[in-house]
C-alpha cells in the first residue's frame, strides 16, 4: 500500500514535470523566482511528506490503542529494572 | 548529556510530573458525533497559522495610502516565497472563518451551548465577531479599488444601526469617509487590537473547556463508549486533521495564489459586479431582499435592525433554550438550528452565483 502511493506520487511528480516544464508563470506570480512546474513539484512533495506523516501517526495511534486495550499502559511501580 | 542536565534543571523548579499528570487524567468521551470536536482544534491551529504568516508580512507592509498598494505588489512579486506567504494569509483567513463557521453550527446543533456552558458558547460568540473584523480590516489592508469600495459599504451599512450606527461608522473610519484614517485604524485593528482581544478569549475559551470538559450531546448521554485519553488518542487524531488541514491551505494557495486588484482611487466610481467577501454574502442577500422603503421607514436599517435581532437571539441562546440546560431534548431550538444553516448555506451559495 505504502509502496504504491510512492510509485504513484514519482509518477505523478515526473506527469506534472513534463506538462509545466517551462511553461511561463501565471500572471499572479509575475516576477517570482519560482517558475511554475517547480512550485507544483514543491507541492506534491509536500503532500507526500503529509500522506508519510499521517501514515507513521495512524500506525503509532494503533500501537498505542493496542498497548491501551490490554491493560498494561500503567507502569507497575514494583517493576524491575533490566539493565 | 546536555537534555539530561536541562532536564534536571526545568524538573528541579517546575512540576513536570504535576503537568504529565494532569494530561493522563484528561480523558474525551466517545460518542458518533465525536468528530465535532475536532473542529475546535483545527480553527485554532488556522488561527496560529494566521499569526505566523501574519507576522512575516507585516515585516514588509507599509500602511499608509500612497504605498499600501505598492507594497503588496513588492511582496507578491519581488519577495521570495511571498506570494506563497500572502496566499497562504489570505487563504488561512477563509478556512479559518469557514472552520469557525462549522464549528458554531455544531455546537449549535449539539446544543453544546446548556448549562453550565454559557461562557463558553459566548467566548465563541465573540471571536467569530473578531475574525470577521480580522477578515474585513485585512481585506482593506490591499488598498485596492475592490476593498476600498467594500469598506465604504460595509462602514456605510453599519452606519445604518438606529441610534449607534452613525457614531460607530465614524470611529471605524476615522472621519466621515474612508480615507488614510480609516487604513490607519484598520492596520491597528488587525495587527494590534484584535490579535490582543483574540488572544484573550481564545486563552479564556480554551480554559472553560478545560474546567467544563467535552459537552455530550443529550441524545448521547446513554450511548457512550470507553472515554478516550487525550493523549495521545485525541493529540494524535488532532495532529492528523492538522496536517490535513495545512496540505490543503498550501493546495489552496499555489492553485489559487491571493489576487489583487486595481490600486484604491477614492474617486472612481465603483466596480461592477462588486460582492462582499463570502462570509458577508449571507448578509448582502438579505439586505437585498428588503425594498428601499417599507411603511416610510429606511428599509435598509429595518433589515440592519432584523439581522441584529436576529444574531442577538442566538447569543443568548444558552439562556433561552431552558430545556436543553434541564438535560431534556428541545427539538424547536434543533429546528432553530437548521433554520439558521440552511438559510445561511442558501443566501452564501445564492449570494455567490448571483
Same mark, same amino acid.
Given at each position: 500500500m505504502?509502496?504504491?502511493?510512492?510509485?504513484?506520487?514519482?509518477?505523478?511528480?515526473?506527469?506534472?514535470?513534463?506538462?509545466?516544464?517551462?511553461?511561463?508563470?501565471?500572471?499572479?506570480?509575475?516576477?517570482?523566482?519560482?517558475?511554475?512546474?517547480?512550485?507544483?513539484?514543491?507541492?506534491?512533495?509536500?503532500?507526500?511528506?503529509?500522506?508519510?506523516?499521517?501514515?507513521?501517526?495512524?500506525?503509532?495511534?494503533?500501537?498505542?490503542k493496542?498497548?491501551?486495550?490490554?491493560?498494561?499502559?500503567?507502569?507497575?511501580?514494583?517493576?524491575?529494572?533490566?539493565? | 548529556?546536555?537534555? %539530561? =542536565?536541562? @532536564?534536571?534543571? $526545568?524538573?528541579?523548579?517546575?512540576?513536570?510530573?504535576?503537568?504529565?499528570?494532569?494530561l493522563?487524567?484528561?480523558?474525551?468521551?466517545?460518542?458518533?458525533? @465525536?468528530?465535532?470536536?475536532?473542529?475546535?482544534?483545527?480553527? !485554532?491551529?488556522?488561527f496560529?497559522?494566521?499569526?505566523?504568516?501574519?507576522?512575516?508580512?507585516?515585516?514588509?507592509?507599509?500602511?499608509?495610502?500612497?504605498?499600501?498598494?505598492?507594497?503588496?505588489?513588492?511582496?507578491?512579486?519581488?519577495?521570495?516565497?511571498?506570494?506563497?506567504? %500572502?496566499?497562504?494569509?489570505?487563504?488561512?483567513a477563509?478556512?479559518?472563518?469557514?472552520?469557525?463557521?462549522?464549528?458554531?453550527?455544531?455546537?449549535?446543533?449539539?446544543?453544546? *451551548? =446548556?448549562?453550565? =456552558?454559557?461562557l463558553?458558547?459566548?467566548?465563541?460568540f465573540?471571536?467569530?465577531?473578531?475574525?470577521?473584523?480580522?477578515?474585513?480590516?485585512?481585506?482593506?489592508?490591499?488598498?485596492?479599488? %475592490?476593498?476600498?469600495?467594500? $469598506?465604504?459599504?460595509?462602514?456605510?451599512?453599519?452606519?445604518?444601526?438606529?441610534?449607534? /450606527?452613525?457614531?460607530?461608522?465614524?470611529?471605524l =473610519?476615522?472621519?466621515?469617509?474612508?480615507?488614510?484614517?480609516?487604513?490607519?485604524?484598520?492596520?491597528?485593528?488587525h495587527?494590534?487590537?484584535?490579535?490582543?482581544?483574540?488572544?484573550?478569549?481564545? /486563552?479564556?475559551?480554551?480554559?472553560?473547556?478545560?474546567?467544563?470538559?467535552?459537552?455530550?450531546?443529550?441524545?448521547?448521554?446513554?450511548?457512550?463508549?470507553?472515554?478516550?485519553?487525550?493523549?495521545?488518542?485525541?493529540?494524535?487524531?488532532?495532529?492528523?486533521?492538522?496536517?490535513?488541514?495545512?496540505?490543503?491551505?498550501?493546495?489552496?494557495?499555489v492553485?489559487?495564489?491571493?489576487?489583487?486588484?486595481?490600486?484604491?482611487?477614492?474617486?472612481?466610481?465603483?466596480?461592477?459586479?462588486?460582492?462582499?467577501?463570502?462570509?458577508?454574502?449571507?448578509?448582502?442577500?438579505? !439586505?437585498?431582499?428588503?425594498?428601499?422603503?417599507?411603511?416610510?421607514l429606511?428599509?435598509?436599517?429595518?433589515? $440592519?435592525?432584523?439581522?441584529?435581532?436576529?444574531?442577538?437571539?442566538?447569543?443568548?441562546?444558552?439562556?433561552?433554550?431552558?430545556?436543553?440546560?434541564a438535560?431534556?431534548?428541545?427539538?424547536? *431550538?434543533?429546528y432553530v438550528?437548521?433554520?439558521?444553516?440552511? *438559510?445561511?448555506?442558501?443566501?452564501?451559495?445564492?449570494?455567490?452565483?448571483?
Amino acid at each position: 500500500m505504502v509502496r504504491s502511493s510512492f510509485i504513484l506520487g514519482i509518477v505523478l511528480f515526473l506527469i506534472t514535470a513534463l506538462f509545466n516544464y517551462a511553461e511561463p508563470a501565471p500572471a499572479d506570480l509575475a516576477g517570482s523566482p519560482y517558475h511554475r512546474h517547480i512550485i507544483y513539484q514543491a507541492l506534491i512533495l509536500f503532500w507526500i511528506g503529509i500522506i508519510g506523516l499521517i501514515v507513521i501517526i495512524v500506525m503509532k495511534l494503533r500501537e498505542t490503542k493496542r498497548i491501551q486495550d490490554m491493560d498494561v499502559h500503567k507502569d507497575a511501580e514494583d517493576a524491575p529494572f533490566l539493565d | 548529556m546536555i537534555s %539530561r =542536565r536541562l @532536564e534536571d534543571w $526545568i524538573t528541579e523548579r517546575y512540576d513536570v510530573e504535576g503537568l504529565h499528570r494532569v494530561l493522563r487524567a484528561k480523558y474525551v468521551p466517545s460518542h458518533r458525533y @465525536e468528530a465535532s470536536y475536532f473542529t475546535g482544534g483545527l480553527t !485554532l491551529f488556522l488561527f496560529v497559522i494566521q499569526f505566523l504568516t501574519g507576522m512575516g508580512l507585516a515585516l514588509y507592509y507599509v500602511p499608509h495610502s500612497e504605498y499600501a498598494y505598492k507594497s503588496i505588489v513588492d511582496i507578491t512579486a519581488k519577495l521570495n516565497m511571498g506570494w506563497f506567504f %500572502r496566499s497562504l494569509h489570505h487563504w488561512g483567513a477563509q478556512l479559518a472563518i469557514a472552520s469557525l463557521f462549522i464549528h458554531f453550527f455544531t455546537n449549535l446543533l449539539l446544543k453544546a *451551548y =446548556r448549562k453550565p =456552558r454559557e461562557l463558553i458558547w459566548i467566548t465563541g460568540f465573540i471571536m467569530i465577531t473578531v475574525l470577521i473584523f480580522f477578515g474585513l480590516s485585512g481585506y482593506f489592508l490591499i488598498w485596492d479599488q %475592490r476593498a476600498f469600495t467594500a $469598506i465604504r459599504v460595509a462602514t456605510g451599512g453599519a452606519g445604518n444601526l438606529p441610534l449607534i /450606527g452613525g457614531p460607530i461608522k465614524i470611529f471605524l =473610519r476615522g472621519g466621515i469617509d474612508v480615507t488614510q484614517e480609516t487604513l490607519t485604524r484598520f492596520y491597528a485593528f488587525h495587527v494590534s487590537i484584535l490579535p490582543m482581544i483574540s488572544l484573550i478569549i481564545i /486563552g479564556l475559551h480554551v480554559l472553560l473547556v478545560q474546567v467544563h470538559g467535552m459537552s455530550v450531546p443529550i441524545s448521547q448521554k446513554d450511548k457512550q463508549g470507553k472515554p478516550q485519553p487525550f493523549f495521545p488518542n485525541v493529540f494524535y487524531k488532532d495532529l492528523i486533521i492538522w496536517l490535513l488541514g495545512i496540505g490543503v491551505l498550501a493546495t489552496l494557495a499555489v492553485i489559487f495564489p491571493a489576487p489583487i486588484g486595481a490600486k484604491a482611487d477614492p474617486m472612481a466610481p465603483a466596480p461592477e459586479n462588486i460582492k462582499p467577501e463570502w462570509y458577508f454574502l449571507f448578509l448582502f442577500q438579505t !439586505l437585498r431582499l428588503f425594498p428601499g422603503q417599507i411603511a416610510g421607514l429606511n428599509g435598509e436599517t429595518i433589515a $440592519i435592525t432584523v439581522i441584529s435581532l436576529a444574531v442577538l437571539f442566538v447569543f443568548l441562546v444558552p439562556f433561552v433554550d431552558k430545556r436543553s440546560s434541564a438535560g431534556k431534548p428541545s427539538p424547536v *431550538y434543533t429546528y432553530v438550528g437548521v433554520f439558521y444553516l440552511v *438559510y445561511f448555506v442558501a443566501m452564501t451559495v445564492i449570494g455567490f452565483l448571483d
